[in-house]
C-alpha cells in the first residue's frame, strides 16, 4: 500500500511536470521520456548501463551538446520539483507530529519562492491539480486520516507511511539524478 500511494503520487506529479509548457512541444516525446524516468526513479533495482542507455535511446539525442542542453533544462526545472516535494513531506511529517496542519514556511524560508516558481513553471491549471494534492496530504496527515487518492475510501496515515515517502521521495530523487548525467557512472 505504501510504495502504490507513493508511486501514484510520484508519477502524477513527473506527468504533471514533463507535461508543462516547458516540455509539452511534442507529447509523445514528453510522454515516453517521463515513462522511461518514472520506471528508473521508482525501481527497487540498480541503476545499470542498460537504464542509462535505454533512457538516453529513448530521447533520441546523439551529441554530448544536445544530451547537456536537455540535461540543463531538466535539471533547471525538476529541482524546483525535488524542493517542492522536499517541502511537502516534511510539512507532512510535522502536521503528523503536531496532530495539525504545519506552517509550511517555517518549516522552510524558501517555501514561498519555491511555490511561486513552480506556479510559473506549470500554469494555473497544472499548478493547482499539484497545489490541491499538496494541500490535501497535509491535511490528512494532520487529522492522521482521509483519502490521498479521491475516490477512495479513506485510510489512517502513520507516521510510518509519511516517513517511508520522504525517505523514498529523496531516494527516488537520488536515481533521477544518475540518469540525469552526461555519462554513467
Do not use: H
Not at 57 to 67: C, D, M, Y
Not at 178 to 183: R, T
Request: one cysteine or more; a positive charge; glycine letters at 2%.
Amino acid at each position: 500500500m505504501r510504495k502504490k500511494l507513493f508511486n501514484f503520487l510520484v508519477i502524477n506529479l513527473f506527468l504533471i511536470f514533463f507535461s508543462s509548457p516547458v516540455l509539452s512541444q511534442n507529447t509523445q516525446y514528453s510522454q515516453n521520456i517521463a515513462d522511461k524516468l518514472v520506471k528508473i526513479a521508482t525501481s527497487d533495482k540498480s541503476i545499470s548501463k542498460s537504464d542509462y542507455d535505454d533512457f538516453w535511446n529513448a530521447t533520441g539525442i546523439k551529441s554530448r551538446e544536445e544530451k547537456i542542453n536537455l540535461i540543463t533544462i531538466l535539471k533547471a526545472n525538476y529541482f524546483l520539483i525535488q524542493q517542492y516535494n522536499n517541502i511537502l513531506w516534511e510539512c507532512a511529517e510535522k502536521s503528523w507530529i503536531d496532530n495539525k496542519i504545519a506552517n509550511c514556511q517555517t518549516i522552510n524560508a524558501n517555501y514561498l519562492k519555491i511555490r511561486n516558481d513552480i506556479f510559473k513553471l506549470l500554469g494555473d491549471e497544472e499548478f493547482k491539480k499539484i497545489d490541491d494534492n499538496f494541500n490535501n496530504i497535509i491535511k490528512i496527515s494532520s487529522k492522521r486520516g482521509g483519502s490521498m487518492i479521491k475516490g477512495q475510501t479513506e485510510q489512517p496515515i502513520t507516521l510510518e507511511k509519511v516517513q517511508f515517502a520522504k525517505r523514498a521521495s529523496q531516494n527516488m530523487l537520488q536515481r533521477v539524478d544518475k540518469i540525469l548525467q552526461v555519462d554513467f557512472q
